[in-house]
């Protein structure tokens, strides 16, 4: 079973796309090869397949990069399935994580919320999008700033308060407070919670 996330960029028309667009693919490019493991493809729209215990991390570490740029954000739908085909290209591949991926995406251009999963669990997906749903609107909230702070903790969590004092040249009490109220506490505890119920499928 694998994890398959699908996104677009919110607002991408009114940023300048070759920072985001560069960000974007060294942070994938951590991950995997492209176009095998993650592609970017229509502009402003990408894929990405991982572990399912990875993914809730992953989903949150490409949030927490788009929202520290100014006025973006991004729409990310999360599948939870099997792979029965594996192209070169992860957009060829296929398999119900891809189907839940790409169909779900849709559904969410057209609610308005930003995240979603999908799995072969009704009652598992209705728990995980009303935690989904709660947390993203702390998530859709955050500032640059926090955002910054937040990518930096997922992406190295052996970071310590003084390290990223020292990263974004502010005093270790103010990441303090950009963590307390990113509530980043919550967020690793809610990690642990999504690959607990993931893996129960």
């Not at 990223?164 to 270790?172: D, P, R």
């Amino acid at each position: 079973m694998i994890a398959v996330i699908t996104g677009d960029i919110i607002n991408s028309q009114h940023a300048d796309t070759e920072v985001w667009i560069t960000k974007l693919k060294n942070l994938l490019a951590k991950w995997g090869n492209s176009p095998h493991t993650w592609e970017i493809y229509r502009g402003d729209e990408f894929q990405l397949k991982c572990s399912i215990d990875d993914v809730f991390w992953r989903f949150l570490a490409i949030k927490s990069l788009i929202k520290s740029q100014e006025n973006l954000d991004v729409r990310m739908a999360i599948g939870i399935g099997e792979e029965n085909f594996s192209s070169e290209k992860i957009t060829e591949s296929n398999g119900t994580a891809y189907v839940n991926s790409g169909r779900l995406l849709n559904d969410l251009k057209s609610d308005g919320h930003t995240v979603s999963i999908k799995t072969s669990n009704d009652s598992l997906d209705r728990d995980l999008n009303i935690l989904l749903k709660w947390s993203s609107k702390d998530f859709d909230s955050w500032t640059m700033a926090t955002s910054e702070i937040i990518h930096e903790m997922i992406i190295n969590p052996d970071n310590t308060q003084d390290d990223l004092a020292k990263k974004f040249t502010i005093s270790q009490s103010s990441v303090s407070q950009r963590l307390k109220r990113a509530n980043y506490e919550l967020i690793v505890e809610t990690n642990q919670y999504f690959k607990k119920k993931i893996s129960e499928l």
